[in-house]
C-alpha cells in the first residue's frame, strides 16, 4: 500500500464551526488531491496540489480552502461547515511518471449536523 | 461538461459467471481511462488504458478501450464473492505537460454470490 494516511477517520461538527482533515504521505510525490464521495454523485475533486504552496480548484471547491507548506502534508479546511459538506472525503496521489490518480487514503467521514 | 457514465448501476451474479461492466464518456482532451474498485474503503487502482484496441489483462480481470465509440468494458470472468464491490471507470484529460483531471462514473455495484 502507498504510505497515505488520513486524520481524522471519523469527525462529527456542528453547523458554521471550521474543520481540518489532513493528508500525510510517506512517498515524496509531487501531486496530491482531495475528492468527496457522495451517493448519487461519485467521487468529485475539490483541489488538488502540484507542489509545495502550489494548488488549483476542481470542479466542487466552494466553501474549501487547501494549503501544501510541505510536500508530505496536504491540508483540506472547511471554513464554516454546513451540512451538505457532510460526506466521505479521500486524498490522492500520483505517482512520478504517471498520470493520474493511482494510490487513495483510508477516507475521512465528516458529519456536519 | 465531461460525462462519464457507467451501466448497469448495479449487477447481482452468481460465482462462477462472468460479467460486463461499461463505461462510456464524453471528455474533451481524452488522455486516458482508469479503471478502480472499491470495497468498504478507499478505491484501488486496478487499470489504465490509453490506446484502443489493446487489452489490459490481470488475472481474471480484463479491459479494453474503444475510442472510436468512446466507451470501455472491464470483464470479470470465473467470479467470486471477493470480487463484490462498486466498480469506479474515470477518464483523465489535459494537454501534455499538465496535470491530468480526472471525472469519474457514479459506479457499477457489483454483488457475487455463493
Known amino acids: 500500500d502507498a504510505g497515505i494516511t488520513q486524520s481524522p477517520r471519523h469527525k462529527v461538527t456542528e453547523t458554521g464551526t471550521p474543520v481540518t482533515l489532513r493528508c500525510h504521505q510517506t512517498?515524496?510525490?509531487?501531486?496530491m488531491y482531495w475528492y468527496r464521495q457522495d451517493p448519487g454523485h461519485g467521487l468529485r475533486l475539490i483541489h488538488y496540489?502540484?507542489?509545495?504552496?502550489?494548488?488549483d480548484k476542481g470542479e466542487v471547491s466552494d466553501g474549501y480552502s487547501v494549503s501544501r507548506s510541505k510536500t508530505e502534508d496536504f491540508l483540506l479546511t472547511l471554513e464554516s461547515a454546513t451540512s451538505s459538506q457532510t460526506s466521505v472525503y479521500f486524498c490522492?496521489?500520483?505517482?512520478?511518471?504517471?498520470?493520474?490518480?493511482?494510490?487513495f487514503g483510508p477516507g475521512t467521514r465528516l458529519t456536519v449536523t | 461538461e465531461d460525462k462519464v457514465v457507467q451501466s448497469p448501476l448495479s449487477l447481482v451474479v452468481h460465482e462462477g459467471d462472468t460479467v460486463t461492466l461499461n463505461c462510456s464518456y464524453e471528455?474533451?482532451?481524452?488522455?486516458?481511462l482508469l479503471w478502480y474498485k472499491q470495497e468498504k474503503k478507499a478505491p484501488t487502482f486496478l487499470f489504465m488504458l490509453?490506446?484502443?484496441?489493446i487489452e489490459k489483462k490481470s488475472g481474471r480481470l480484463s479491459s479494453i478501450l474503444d475510442k472510436k465509440e468512446l466507451s470501455s468494458i472491464l470483464n470479470i470472468t470465473a467470479t467470486q464473492t471477493g470480487d463484490s464491490a462498486i466498480y469506479l471507470c474515470a477518464v483523465a484529460r489535459g494537454s501534455g505537460g499538465s496535470n491530468y483531471k480526472l471525472t469519474f462514473g457514479k459506479g457499477t455495484l457489483l454483488t457475487v454470490n455463493p
Open positions: 496540489s502540484y507542489g509545495v504552496k502550489d494548488t
Open positions: 490522492a496521489i500520483s505517482p512520478p511518471g504517471s498520470s493520474s490518480v493511482r494510490y
Open positions: 471528455v474533451t482532451n481524452f488522455r486516458s
Open positions: 490509453t490506446s484502443s484496441g
Open positions: 512517498e515524496n510525490h509531487r501531486y
